[in-house]
């Protein structure tokens, strides 16, 4: 388990089919119920502490069956002990009166274990067949700032009132009010500046795409310095697609077989529909602006942040994320309970085994000044 100095890892719970690849490559992971709760299972037994549900109303792209992110969520609670479970909302479908009583009453019946991840949209295509209207990038990302101003008000106020431009309420009191306090953890996903100055503001958590170090550490300097002049705290979540094996070698290979065996009319028609979403931005930062069709094999660019490797070079490079100020590695695999149990067993322990070299050297060096 992860002590409060410790990066933290989250794994994506495959409840869209399809697996976290667009290939035909072999994926031995599954959507079902049953396969997510021994996924589950297995992950806090290994010293994972999160696990993150996707929400998707429609088929594309290789996701042809999604099951609903906040029932999924729950389903996965009531048979874990430990692992906290970040449902997808999104505003729009959701109302924030109902995402908070839903949310509330999960956090009571899990011992506050429900955190949430408020996504803006980026698949127009989904939005256009449920009968929601789609608002421009920037106004989405304005309905989600409200959308989470709502819900902190209402988990944490009596006689809640707020009047906004999507939103409205008036001396609103929910009751009971959830377990975690002030409230339940807020993430977001999304890279560009509307998404980050959202997170310098409101959110407690940061998402973002698979990036280089580099890359990440401008978006995380950027964000956290706006978040100072705000008085609030933000902490970044990263996503990794991990391929770990004993050799480099073997993980290369799996590698290029993915992007061998890429769906390319799927990785295609997803890239037109990324256009949609962050790289329609003006300003080119939001996630997919520069995926190459190599990264777009993985919906998030999880091969950019590089985790693939021997179990040492992928726990070295996640030391290194967390030196730029990254808290959390969010995580796909393959083959998902086989590479989730090897990454516990061959990479977490190497971590942990850095992270404490490291903080002796840092209290060594206090020592010498
Ligand atoms: C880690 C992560 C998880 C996401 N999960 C979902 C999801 O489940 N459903 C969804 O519609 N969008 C999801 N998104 C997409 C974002 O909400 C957003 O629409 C997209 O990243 C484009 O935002 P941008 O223009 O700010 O970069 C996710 C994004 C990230 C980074």
């Known amino acids: 388990m992860s002590n409060k100095n410790n990066i933290t890892f989250a794994y994506w719970v495959p409840n869209v089919s399809g697996g976290l690849v667009v290939s035909d490559i072999e994926q031995r992971t599954d959507w079902s119920y049953d ?29 042809e069956n999604q099951h609903e992110s906040v029932s999924f969520s729950h389903g996965i609670l009531a048979k874990t002990e430990r692992l906290k479970v970040i449902a997808a909302i999104l505003p729009g479908p959701w109302k924030p009166a109902l995402a908070a ?19 803006s949209g980026w698949f127009r295509g989904e939005f256009d067949a449920i009968g929601e209207e789609w608002p421009e990038h920037d106004q989405r990302y304005a309905r989600s700032e409200e959308f989470i101003r709502s819900l ?23 009751s009971p009010k959830p377990v975690q306090k002030p409230h339940i953890e807020i993430f977001q996903g999304g890279s560009s500046r509307a998404a980050r100055d959202m997170a310098s503001r409101v959110s407690d958590w940061y998402f973002t795409n698979g990036n280089t170090p580099e890359e990440l550490k401008k978006q995380i300097d950027d964000i956290r310095e706006k978040a100072k002049a705000n008085n609030h705290t933000v902490k970044i979540g ?14 290369q290979a799996v590698l290029q077989e993915i992007i ?51 179990p040492q070079q992928i726990a070295e490079r996640i030391v290194e994320l967390k030196k730029i100020g990254v808290d959390l590695v969010l995580s796909g695999f393959l083959h998902f309970i086989e590479e989730v ?10 971590v942990r085994e850095l992270e404490a070299q490291q903080a002796t050297a840092v209290q060594q060096e206090a020592e010498l000044v």
């Open 35 to 63: 396969y997510n709760v021994r996924l589950a299972q297995t992950a806090e037994k290994v010293g994972f502490d999160y696990a993150l549900t996707q929400i998707r109303f429609t088929a594309g792209y290789n996701a």
């Open 101 to 119: 009583k839903q949310l509330a009453t999960i956090d009571h019946l899990t011992n506050g274990r429900i955190a949430i991840n408020v996504v």
């Open 152 to 174: 902190k008000g209402i988990w944490t106020q009596n006689n809640f009132s707020f009047d906004g431009k999507y939103y409205q309420f008036k001396d609103y009191t929910l």
């Open 238 to 251: 990263v996503n990794a697609f991990i391929i770990a094996r004993d050799t480099e070698e073997e993980a």
């Open 260 to 310: 061998a065996k890429a769906n390319v009319q799927a990785v295609k028609s997803f890239s037109d529909a990324t256009r949609e979403a962050g790289a329609a931005t003006a300003e080119g930062e939001g996630n997919w602006a520069k995926s190459t069709f190599e990264d777009l094999v993985q919906y998030n660019d999880g091969f950019r942040t590089n985790l693939i490797g021997t």
């Open 341 to 350: 149990e090897y990454f516990g067993q061959k990479v977490l322990p190497l």
